[in-house]
Nanobody
Framework: QLVESGGGLVQPGGSLRLSCTASGFTLDYYAISWYRQAPGKEREGVSCISSSDGSTYYADSVKGRFTISRDNAKNTVYLQMNRLKPDDTAVYYC????????????????WGQGTQVTVSS
């Protein structure tokens, strides 16, 4: 099971750090991706981090503003989000995944329940 946390309400230009923590299995062996879904929009891949060498991938819309990282000792993957924009407002999910490129991830297996991020003044 994956559990996301860290969402909330933030002003434009602000920052949040999301966490994706695994329970019942070891995250070390899995690539993890973050997705988001805004009301009325399709789910969008945001970022992915590989299990093998920690390679990271970012959607064009967040490149340079978001940073994905993992702490295997804590069984957790993080998404640091800086310079947030109203367009970043969405429910953010993490999932076990395969990372292919910046805009191409393939989720499989476990998903979390999501955490709401709202960027508004």
């Amino acid at each position: 099971q994956l559990v996301e946390s860290g969402g909330g309400l933030v002003q434009p230009g602000g920052s949040l750090r999301l966490s994706c923590t695994a329970s019942g299995f070891t995250l070390d062996y899995y690539a993890i991706s973050w997705y988001r879904q805004a009301p009325g929009k399709e789910r969008e891949g945001v970022s992915c981090i590989s299990s093998s060498d920690g390679s990271t991938y970012y959607a064009d819309s967040v490149k340079g503003r978001f940073t994905i990282s993992r702490d295997n000792a804590k069984n957790t993957v993080y998404l640091q989000m800086n310079r947030l924009k109203p367009d970043d407002t969405a429910v953010y999910y993490c999932a076990t995944s395969l990372c292919y490129s910046d805009n191409n991830y393939s989720p499989f297996g476990s998903w979390g329940q999501g955490t709401q991020v709202t960027v508004s003044s």
